[in-house]
């Protein structure tokens, strides 16, 4: 069955670094998405993706934040001056249409220093 | 925004059907009703989904009342691999398509 798949699995960063979180969607979806989670907390949505732009971000998702779909396969999420509480679980997320099930990969864990 | 209420946590013996309980009585009349679960340390992943009729998959059954007030999600032979948090939650649509995730129910599947 397809899936979603995210790397790093684990990323190690120093505070104030940029970090890009990769993910490679279903191959025939065509929204994506990218959800937090900090520890011991709520799944929280950071943003959406459809035909190359943005269609929703949150509060959390500021000028820190941006993503790319940079070639057919790949959708990344970039911070771009990472802060200790951006330590988190983070989620990529694709869908066939925007009100379809949206399935998840199993996340990549970001630890700020 | 609709609101979702779920018990903290539920107990299962292995083998037996978990029934876990789901109120939504802000959902609008479009809204699906979704549920995902969390394993711990993976990602959520997609259950069920119905807006009026029950459903069935591989995975589940879905219970929505008549009045789609509330929703039961039931794993009929639950082993112990489904433990795991349990989210209900309204489906993406009318303009927005983020999932809103609650605090869920912690199902523990006990041997």
């Known amino acids: 069955e397809p899936e979603v798949t995210q790397t790093p699995s684990h990323q190690v960063t120093q505070m104030g670094q940029e970090v890009i979180l990769r993910c490679v969607p279903i191959s025939n979806h065509l929204y994506f998405y990218w959800y937090r989670q900090i520890l011991g907390q709520k799944v929280e949505f950071l943003v959406s993706f459809y035909n190359n732009e943005i269609s929703e971000k949150s509060e959390i998702f500021d000028d820190q934040f941006s993503v790319e779909r940079p070639d057919g396969s790949n959708f990344t999420l970039k911070i771009r001056s990472t802060k200790l509480e951006d330590s988190a679980m983070y989620f990529c997320?694709?869908?066939?249409?925007?009100?379809?099930?949206?399935?998840f990969g199993d996340g990549t864990r970001l630890s700020i220093l | 925004d609709a609101k979702t209420t779920q018990p903290p946590s539920m107990d299962c013996a292995e083998g037996r059907a978990a029934n876990l309980p789901c109120n939504h009585s802000?959902?609008?009349?479009?809204?699906?009703v979704y549920w995902y679960r969390q394993i711990h340390s993976q990602g959520p992943q997609y259950i069920i989904h119905?807006?009026?009729n029950n459903e069935t998959n591989e995975m589940a059954s879905l219970i929505i009342t008549e009045d789609r007030k509330s929703s039961t999600l039931i794993l009929p032979h639950a082993t112990l691999r489904d433990t795991a948090v349990y989210y209900c939650m309204p489906g993406p649509g009318a303009g927005s398509y983020q999932l809103t995730f609650g605090k869920g129910t912690k199902l523990s599947v006990i041997p």
């Open positions: 119905g807006l009026k």
């Open positions: 802000t959902i609008s009349g479009n809204e699906y």
């Open positions: 997320a694709s869908s066939r249409g925007g009100n379809q099930p949206q399935h």
